[in-house]
């Protein structure tokens, strides 16, 4: 399978815990994004990644949340300190960098804080 | 104020019927806009794309338009089925922007009844 692939796919957690989730992009795409999408509404931007800069954050991404993209490859996502309105899917996406619009997207991971 | 507006939020059409989704979009200057099929609890799968020069595109049952004038598309769904039952969401990219990320819509959840 060559598509994007996130782990883990769903994650509960209480409140107060760390989370940390993973996204393995297209290994040709040098571009990686991150979206969070809450019940009946559509995914919204969190931050993304040019190789291993990161080149934009919104201003969804609280101090709390943090993301990283090491080696240029893979990315994780880190939430500290979960609180319930956290619980949403995140969903990453990637593409190359000269069709930054053809984006494809990986299945997600489901996140739910009790 | 979302600058993409997609309606009806929801739909239920008989199996066989068509369907038409509405998307209307203030964002610009615009580059491209996309729809996309969003099963419940997967990532969105891309279904069209249309540069503002296009003004139709068609996927197998899926066919989309556009008018840049009034910045309208719609997707029409011709003999739909129940694997039709999904979030459609409308997808806009801006031109000449800094942000590689894409504006989603709310979607419309569309449910196809045997």
């Known amino acids: 399978d060559t598509g994007v692939s996130q782990d883990p796919r769903h994650k509960i957690t209480k409140r107060g815990q760390n989370v940390t989730f993973r996204c393995d992009p297209i290994?040709?795409?040098?571009?990686l994004y991150w979206y969070r999408q809450t019940l009946g509404q559509g995914p919204e931007f969190l931050t993304y990644?040019?190789?291993?800069?990161?080149?934009?954050k919104s201003r969804l991404l609280s101090d709390r949340f943090s993301a990283e993209r090491p080696k240029g490859s893979f990315s994780t996502l880190e939430i500290q300190r979960t609180e319930q309105g956290d619980s949403a899917m995140y969903l990453c996406a990637s593409s190359r960098e000269e069709s930054s619009y053809e984006q494809y997207f990986g299945p997600g991971t489901r996140l739910t804080v009790t | 104020k979302n600058q993409v507006e997609q309606s009806p939020q929801s739909l239920i059409i008989l199996e066989g019927k068509n369907c038409t989704l509405q998307?209307?979009?203030?964002?610009?200057?615009?580059?491209?806009l996309r729809w996309y099929k969003q099963d419940t609890g997967r990532g969105p799968v891309s279904l069209t794309i249309?540069?503002?020069?296009?003004n139709t595109k068609s996927n197998g049952r899926y066919t989309a338009t556009l008018d840049a004038d009034t910045k309208q598309s719609s997707l029409h769904i011709t003999a739909s089925q129940l694997s039709d039952s999904a979030s459609y969401i409308c997808?806009?990219?801006?031109?000449?922007?800094?942000?590689?990320?894409?504006?989603f819509g709310s979607g419309t959840r569309l449910q196809v009844q045997p």
């Open positions: 290994s040709e795409h040098n571009r």
């Open positions: 998307c209307n979009y203030t964002v610009s200057p615009f580059s491209n």
């Open positions: 249309m540069t503002f020069s296009e």
């Open positions: 990644f040019q190789n291993e800069a990161q080149l934009e």
């Open positions: 997808v806009v990219t801006l031109r000449n922007t800094g942000r590689r990320a894409l504006t």
